[in-house]
């Protein structure tokens, strides 16, 4: 692609920024967007349980991790010094985590041939910059549904070829759903990706499902995992584990939001929450001592919640507002139209959708329904916008 060419596209984009879309015809979802389910066996032991995934997916672990490496050696030399960090200072986090992740992490270095620390950065880069968009809804008879899009690779690279960014690409064939069984049932399920052992998005069947968006804070991820390195802090949790913690022992949706309301965090983020009964909708939105902000689901007139990357009682900045599009498609779609099919569509809208997108999920709690999908925004009739 010649200089032209990319000229050409910028301007054939510009205008699309500020277009919002509002799809009705992207159900039912190809086929081909389908995701494996794996099971990870709670019975078996930590250092063992992650083997069969990390066998089958350690050539393309190895090759994000590479890429990102290159990367900011190549692009952003001033954080060489993260890649020393990741070299010399995290693999001796596996030995400060609170069981059983350490032995988790242990075992999928073991399994896959790389090392452990950066095993950990695979796991820890997730909590700092993600771009999403969370909603919450309730239709006419009280049935919760969540739905979410995972938007991951910003500014790490673009393929200028594909006119895509270059580790969003990569990291699509990673994207996995995992039933974690206990005595052989299941005690929760998330969507994750091979080798990363917290929780991004997950359900617990006929109790609550959650999703996590990044939120942008001064007092930002970098430090919280900075004072735990050096053993500043490590009174804190890392917000993907605090989630998986949740998952593991809260049992019912108000537990669930009492946990993630309180407990210190490594990282600020937005917790979304939906359980099973009417106006059991939440966004929490969180420091890393305290929610700054709740904001909960009210049948009379808020039947639903949607949280991106900025504060949801702020303006939105302009340059990146999914949130007035999301509001004015559900509002056209209606209270009467909430259900899977229509908050797929709403996900499917540019710029929900866009070219950083990479999963959309919907999830039920009260049924247990979970259904998850990979995104690739196309450039078909209009050009997809970057972010
Ligand atoms: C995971 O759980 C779902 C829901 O119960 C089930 O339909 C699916 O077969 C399970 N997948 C595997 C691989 O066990
Ligand atoms: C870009 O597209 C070409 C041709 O379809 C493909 O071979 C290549 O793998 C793509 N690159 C990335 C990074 O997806
Ligand atoms: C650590 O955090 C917990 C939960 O907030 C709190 O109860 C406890 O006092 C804290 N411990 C220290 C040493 O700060
Ligand atoms: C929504 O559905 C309810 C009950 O099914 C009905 O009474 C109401 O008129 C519908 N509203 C709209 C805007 O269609």
Redesign the pocket.
Known sequence: MNTIQITIWIILIIPNIFAYQCLTDQWPPKSKSNIPTYVIDLDTPPFQRWNQIVTLYKSQIRDVLDYTKHFIVNTWPVFTFLIDIMHTKLSLIADTLPEPYGQELKGISQASGISLGEIIFYNIFYEISSLCTSIVTQDQNGYIIHGRNLDFGLLLGW?K??K?W?LT?KLRPLVIAINYTKNGEIRFQTISFAGFIGAITGIKPGRFSITLNTRFDLNGGYIGIIEWVYNINRNQSFVTLAIRDMLTGAENYDEAVEYLSKIPLLAPCYYIIAGIKPEQGVIISRSRQTSVNIKTLNTNNQWYLIQTNYDNWRKQPAIDDRLTPAIQCIETKGKNNTNFESLFNLLSSQPMLNKLTIYTTLMKPSTGQLESYIQDCHDEDIPCIPW
């Open positions: 393929d070829v594909n895509s270059i690409n």
